[in-house]
T-cell receptor, first 111, second 117 residues
Framework: DQQVKQNSPSLSVQEGRISILNCDYT??????FLWYKKYPAEGPTFLIS?????DKNEDGRFTVFLNKSAKHLSLHIVPSQPGDSAVYFC??????????FGTGTRLQVFP | DTGVSQDPRHKITKRGQNVTFRCDPI?????LYWYRQTLGQGPEFLTY????????KSRLLSDRFSAERPKGSFSTLEIQRTEQGDSAMYLC???????????????FGSGTQLSVL
């Protein structure tokens, strides 16, 4: 049972444009959501997070939006840069400390 | 501080052999996590420790898997009688305190890539 879903395995965006990565979840008990970025041969690194009491969190070029009624969150990157090319994982947690990850979306930003 | 360190980076073994991986967390972090990632999937939770106490284990973790954190510092993950399905990237992560609503970030190591032939 995949509780966190990223239905787009890949996304290609031109440099300077907006990248929108989507994530859906099924477990109503999730109350904290995170995005991690992963480069090849490295572990995932934390990017941005959002609590369920908020619907938006912004950090520089990165904004995460949460729609609890739709059980959907999205990560917006604007403007996109070639260095943003990586695999992005959505993750969620509830009343335990373990994170449940999605399958990832590979973002490629081309010049 | 060099972050979370994992050793070895790569391990190739034959089916049926035992393997052990080591993780050194960030020094002041009291929580340590093990995750497994297979191709095309996200990291999958295996187990975690607070100091030396193992607080949760995934039901996916078969009896062939055992993890320890004897002094609340480094941790080892042992897989006995390896099977080809154990081939994966094994990721270790640590945090200063509670993640999720606790607000602490999870820091990952670069992982150990296991190949079982």
């Amino acid at each position: 049972d995949q509780q966190v879903k990223q239905n787009s395995p890949s996304l290609s965006v031109q440099e300077g444009r907006i990248s929108i990565l989507n994530c859906d979840y099924t477990n109503s008990m999730f109350d904290y959501f995170l995005w991690y970025k992963k480069y090849p041969a490295e572990g995932p690194t934390f990017l941005i997070s959002i609590s369920s009491i908020k619907d938006k969190n912004e950090d520089g070029r990165f904004t995460v939006f949460l729609n609890k009624s739709a059980k959907h969150l999205s990560l917006h990157i604007v403007p996109s840069q070639p260095g943003d090319s990586a695999v992005y994982f959505c993750a969620a947690s509830g009343n335990t400390d373990k994170l449940i990850f999605g399958t990832g979306t590979r973002l490629q930003v081309f010049p | 501080d060099t972050g979370v360190s994992q050793d070895p980076r790569h391990k190739i073994t034959k089916r049926g052999q035992n393997v052990t991986f080591r993780c050194d967390p960030i020094s002041e972090h009291n929580r340590l996590y093990w995750y497994r990632q297979t191709l095309g999937q996200g990291p999958e939770f295996l187990t975690y420790f607070q100091n030396e106490a193992q607080l949760e284990k995934s039901r996916l973790l078969s009896d062939r898997f055992s993890a320890e954190r004897p002094k609340g510092s480094f941790s080892t993950l042992e897989i006995q009688r390896t099977e080809q399905g154990d081939s994966a990237m094994y990721l270790c992560a640590s945090s200063f305190g509670r993640t999720g609503q606790g607000g602490e970030k999870l820091f990952f190591g670069s992982g150990t890539q296991l190949s079982v032939l």
